[in-house]
């Protein structure tokens, strides 16, 4: 490998890891919140809507249907993926040249035999088994020197030891071949023995389909190919957990609320309203803004009013006066905070108001 593309390599590796870790990163999370949202309830009207009309329509099984049908898809994609990716890293071990029993599948790379040089149309009249570029042509193999005659197209390893598929245009009396490419102006320097010959052309190939695998030969699309066959699985996994929640919790409503009885959703709301505890105070958050309530009562299940207790003012100057005649983990009366408009109030318990 040269230092371009080392560079190269592990600028791709940076990119395509990045992608991956954002990818998962977001998806992630959004799995997450439509579960946690399940969970929680807020989809409870959605689900229910669809269970009384997948009732009455018989939709639920067409939504089943569609699941499996899509799951299905993804799992031939994903596999047509690794089909390719496996073809690809064999063809490039292999020299390019992937044997199949007697045959020889090898992707055309150049435009050599792509098309006729005008300057050769005479010999090359008859002669139509041109294939354009970034083809994978099936190869036959041949036994012997006497399987091959003038015009046939071969492929065979050059003297640098690269593969090259031309025609015979001449057999030379030492038992090697001349060949040139239909669309050059000139014949290969090079004159291979049959030794050096790889097989046959058999007139077929399958056109575009070697850009793919020359691609994924390459180290940018090893790298793009296994971060898309990662992000396959793990959407597969993401979206199965939020199918068994959704179904997890169509299941509990159904069965808390007789949905089987139900016959429309025409009257269906839902409310939701959040609180937040938090220093002896319930925050109570709904969509019309956040107002405050006083807690005594919960404050008090755990602070029991000591006896004798009558006001908070009172109960203080014995607390400072006297620790041993009160609990000294008994906290004082809470200040009530209550919002309202731009500015906020405090009441003693009693509820005068002080400013």
Same mark, same amino acid.
């Given at each position: 490998?040269?230092?371009?593309?080392?560079?190269?390599?592990?600028?791709?590796?940076?990119?395509?890891?990045?992608?991956?870790?954002?990818?998962?990163?977001?998806?992630?999370?959004?799995?997450? &919140?439509?579960?946690?949202?399940?969970?929680?309830?807020?989809?409870?009207?959605?689900?229910?809507?669809?269970?009384?009309?997948? #009732?009455? #329509?018989?939709?639920?099984?067409?939504?089943?249907?569609?699941?499996?049908?899509?799951?299905?898809? &993804?799992?031939?994609?994903?596999? *047509?993926?690794?089909?390719?990716?496996?073809?690809?890293?064999?063809?490039?071990?292999?020299?390019?040249?992937?044997?199949?029993?007697?045959?020889?599948?090898?992707?055309?790379?150049?435009?050599?035999? &792509?098309?006729?040089?005008?300057?050769?149309?005479?010999?090359?009249?008859?002669?139509?088994?041109?294939?354009?570029?970034?083809?994978?042509?099936?190869?036959?193999?041949?036994? &012997?020197?006497?399987?091959?005659?003038?015009?046939?197209?071969?492929?065979?390893?050059?003297?640098?030891?690269?593969?090259?598929?031309?025609?015979?245009?001449?057999?030379?009396?030492?038992?090697?071949?001349?060949?040139?490419?239909?669309?050059?102006?000139?014949?290969?320097?090079?004159?291979?023995?049959?030794?050096?010959?790889?097989?046959?052309?058999?007139?077929?190939?399958?056109?575009?389909?070697?850009?793919?695998?020359?691609?994924?030969?390459?180290?940018?699309?090893?790298?793009?190919?296994?971060?898309?066959?990662?992000?396959?699985?793990?959407?597969?996994?993401?979206?199965?957990?939020?199918?068994?929640?959704?179904?997890?919790?169509?299941?509990?409503?159904?069965?808390?609320?007789?949905?089987?009885?139900?016959?429309?959703?025409?009257?269906?709301?839902?409310? *939701?309203?959040?609180?937040?505890?938090?220093?002896?105070?319930?925050?109570?958050?709904?969509?019309?803004?956040?107002?405050?309530?006083?807690?005594?009562?919960?404050?008090?299940?755990?602070?029991?009013?000591?006896? !004798?207790?009558?006001?908070?003012?009172? *109960?203080? #100057?014995?607390?400072?006066?006297?620790?041993?005649?009160?609990?000294?983990? *008994?906290?004082?009366?809470?200040?009530?905070?209550?919002?309202? !408009?731009?500015?906020?109030?405090?009441?003693?318990?009693?509820?005068?108001?002080?400013?």
């Amino acid at each position: 490998m040269s230092s371009l593309d080392i560079i190269a390599l592990i600028v791709t590796i940076l990119a395509v890891a990045s992608f991956s870790v954002v990818f998962t990163l977001l998806f992630g999370t959004y799995a997450k &919140s439509v579960i946690q949202g399940y969970k929680d309830g807020k989809n409870d009207a959605e689900l229910i809507t669809e269970f009384v009309k997948d #009732k009455q #329509k018989e939709k639920a099984a067409k939504r089943k249907r569609r699941e499996v049908i899509k799951r299905v898809i &993804s799992s031939v994609l994903t596999a *047509f993926v690794c089909v390719f990716f496996i073809l690809a890293l064999v063809n490039k071990i292999s020299g390019n040249a992937t044997v199949v029993g007697n045959k020889t599948l090898m992707v055309v790379a150049s435009g050599s035999m &792509s098309e006729k040089n005008a300057k050769y149309k005479d010999y090359l009249s008859g002669h139509d088994d041109q294939f354009p570029t970034y083809s994978i042509i099936v190869l036959e193999k041949v036994d &012997s020197p006497e399987d091959l005659k003038r015009y046939d197209v071969i492929a065979y390893v050059n003297d640098k030891g690269v593969n090259i598929i031309h025609r015979i245009v001449n057999v030379n009396s030492d038992g090697t071949y001349t060949t040139r490419g239909d669309a050059n102006a000139e014949s290969d320097s090079d004159h291979p023995p049959f030794d050096r010959v790889i097989g046959k052309y058999t007139g077929k190939y399958l056109p575009t389909i070697g850009v793919f695998i020359l691609f994924f030969q390459s180290y940018s699309g090893i790298a793009t190919i296994l971060a898309v066959i990662y992000c396959m699985i793990m959407m597969d996994n993401r979206a199965k957990a939020m199918n068994d929640a959704r179904e997890e919790r169509m299941t509990a409503l159904s069965a808390a609320l007789s949905l089987d009885k139900v016959e429309n959703t025409d009257n269906l709301t839902v409310e *939701f309203i959040e609180k937040l505890y938090l220093d002896k105070f319930i925050y109570t958050i709904d969509p019309s803004g956040m107002v405050t309530e006083e807690v005594r009562e919960e404050i008090l299940k755990d602070n029991p009013e000591p006896e !004798g207790y009558n006001d908070i003012n009172d *109960f203080t #100057k014995e607390k400072n006066t006297d620790d041993e005649k009160t609990d000294k983990n *008994f906290p004082a009366e809470p200040v009530i905070k209550e919002t309202v !408009g731009n500015g906020s109030k405090n009441s003693d318990n009693k509820g005068e108001t002080k400013k």
